[in-house]
């Protein structure tokens, strides 16, 4: 971040712990948030990541107090805010579709919360936080007169400039192309670790939790399925749904035949698949084995190394060039379809459509599940569209404003 000629006044002191003790959230016909336990660190950027229907926005509407949870509580900073109106808790947030007055200039909607709150200094403080965010020179524009990356650093520096214990953002860069969007991840983080507030982000996206956040859970079905830092979900992950969410996998299923060595020995279409003990969740019985296809490579012809693991032959069915790589999928007798990435790294010729070739990969690179591939798909109905979010904000703000 380029430095600015004024210094920016210290915002909140630090941000709040988050805990939700038991928290379920019912609606007529299905369960939405299933016994859902968790606690978020003061101060730490972390992502709420999984697909739609997952139950991940309904929970930021309950830590927003705009839904009120069947049973649990809800904890802020230690203080119980289970029961506490909307308005009167230390939250703000970041919507996709920023939510800001458009007959307002910039610095008035950074200003808008302060003043309603009778701070004294508000454009003071405004100014401040559009320093931090790099807006300060565009303070009298309107916002029809930003682009998509610049609203939404406005919105930003309006949600950071109340001070809240806790900001939560709503899918907050779906809107942006993928350049301006991965320009706003890196700033996003920068601007947390400045200001010191706990972020709460709520995404679909695995390249943007795992960008930002210090520690992602994946949520499924109203549970989280496994939470950590992004390299270790990514690197071992225990369920086969997180497997496949965070980015694509190898799996094979098979019977464990032996262990020796620190690995255990899983038999599958007659080849024995060696993963590290530590790496496997399951020692014994049925096992799932996956392997990322980065971490597969591709060969022409058998290749006579007794330390990676070697399948095949198989054939060529799909070849798809990306620019800096290729993907396969490599159909092998009794692995089914396998999926490869290769690096384009060499001239010359790669494999084909239909040519005949050999995988390997090395064990150490190999994870042992918990449980096993499903083919039931089901999912919770979508939860409330996160656009209804910054309309009931809006809403309630102009509410506001007539009462005045």
């Given at each position: 971040m380029?430095?600015?000629?004024a210094p920016v006044r210290k915002f909140a002191e630090a941000g709040a712990d988050l805990s939700l003790v038991g928290v379920t959230k019912r609606f007529p016909g299905f369960t939405a948030i299933d016994d859902l336990s968790l606690t978020i660190p003061a101060g730490s950027f972390f992502a709420l990541l999984g697909p739609s229907g997952c139950g991940k926005t309904t929970t930021l509407r309950l830590v927003a107090g705009l839904e009120e949870p069947t049973a649990g509580s809800i904890l802020i900073g230690g203080k119980d805010v289970t029961n506490t109106k909307s308005y009167q808790r230390p939250v703000n947030t970041v919507f996709q579709s920023y939510a800001l007055f458009p007959h307002m200039?910039?610095?008035?909607?950074?200003?808008?919360?302060?003043?309603?709150?009778r701070i004294g200094d508000a454009l003071t403080l405004a100014t401040e936080a559009l320093q931090l965010v790099e807006l300060a020179h565009l303070a009298g524009r309107k916002p029809s007169q930003l682009s998509g990356g610049q609203q939404q650093r406005v919105a930003?520096?309006?949600?950071?400039?109340n001070r809240p214990a806790l900001l939560l953002l709503d899918e907050p860069l779906g809107a942006l192309d993928l350049k301006l969007r991965r320009q706003m991840q890196l700033e996003l983080k920068e601007i947390q670790s400045e200001v010191g507030l706990t972020f709460l982000h709520v995404t679909h996206d695995q390249e943007e939790a795992m960008t930002m956040a210090d520690t992602v859970a994946v949520m499924n079905q109203g549970k989280i399925e496994q939470m950590g830092a992004p390299e270790e979900l990514y690197d071992r992950p225990a369920t086969a749904f997180v497997s496949t969410f965070l980015?694509?996998?190898n799996l094979f299923t098979g019977t464990a035949a032996g262990s020796g060595s620190g690995t255990i020995t899983v038999g599958v279409a007659g080849v024995g698949?060696?993963?590290?003990?530590?790496?496997?969740?399951?020692?014994q019985g049925k096992v799932t084995v996956g392997i990322r296809p980065e971490k597969v490579t591709l060969h022409t012809s058998r290749p006579e190394d007794s330390s990676r693991e070697v399948i095949g032959a198989g054939r060529v069915m799909d070849a798809s060039f990306s620019g800096v790589s290729t993907q396969y999928l490599v159909d092998v007798p009794g692995f089914g379809n396998v999926s490869v990435f290769a690096q384009n790294t060499s001239l010359?010729?790669?494999?084909?459509?239909?040519?005949?070739?050999?995988?390997?990969w090395s064990p150490e690179h190999v994870f042992g599940l918990l449980d096993h591939p499903s083919q039931d798909l089901d999912r919770f109905d979508a939860d409330t569209d996160t656009g209804s979010l910054a309309l009931e904000e809006r809403e309630r703000i102009e509410a506001e404003l007539e009462g005045s």
């Open positions: 380029a430095e600015v000629s200039t910039i610095l008035e909607n950074v200003a808008f919360g302060l003043r309603r709150r930003l520096a309006r949600a950071i400039v980015g694509q996998s698949i060696r993963v590290p003990t530590s790496r496997a969740l399951v020692h010359g010729d790669h494999a084909r459509d239909g040519d005949e070739v050999f995988l390997s």
